[in-house]
């Protein structure tokens, strides 16, 4: 740290902690988009499998509801990208870009956290811990139906 800097111990202490939540949060965000990445594969290879008909449509409706929650996951991208992001409407890949945003602010000086971005901060954490409760859903509720027809087909299950 530089030795000019004359920010506090509790000052400090904010922006590490809010650092620290913004970083755990780009490795969850990161984590369930790989896994959403993963069942999607699953699902086209299921769906290239199975054909046309009412199994293909339920997987098809199945990745659509992923895609609304995890995003679409590109190699090489930006992850979603920076700031601006709208938390009412968002998904994993670009609460991912939200959370490494936040740490850039959080990081970019010893300074203690703006109001605004202490803001930022609860509300991506909100945003984080919706989406976990719609991407668990999906995995007990959504998954587990599609499964339990793709054992009545004889095809292979899904695994998140």
């Known amino acids: 740290m530089d030795p000019r800097v004359k920010t506090g111990l509790p000052g400090l202490t ?9 970083y755990r949060g780009m490795e969850e965000t990161y984590a369930a988009a790989m896994e959403a990445k993963n069942l999607r594969s699953q699902i086209s290879a299921a769906i290239n499998h199975v054909g046309r008909g009412p199994l293909a449509e ?3 409706k199945l990745d659509k509801a992923i895609v609304a929650i995890a995003g679409e996951t590109r190699s090489g991208g930006d992850g979603g990208g ?3 992001v709208d938390l009412r409407d968002t998904n994993f890949t670009r609460l ?7 740490l850039e602010t959080l990081q970019s000086a010893d300074l203690p956290a ?7 901060a609860v509300e991506t954490q909100k945003a984080l811990a919706n989406l976990k409760a719609k991407w668990a859903e999906l995995k007990t509720k959504d998954l ?7 054992r009545l087909a ?3 299950e899904l695994a998140p």
């Open 14 to 22: 904010q922006q590490f902690t809010l650092s620290l939540e913004a």
């Open 58 to 60: 339920s997987l098809s």
């Open 82 to 84: 920076g700031g601006g």
């Open 96 to 102: 991912n870009g939200a959370f490494a945003s936040l």
């Open 114 to 120: 703006t109001a605004p971005t202490v803001n930022a």
């Open 144 to 150: 587990a139906s599609i499964n339990a027809n793709l």
């Open 154 to 156: 004889n095809q292979p």
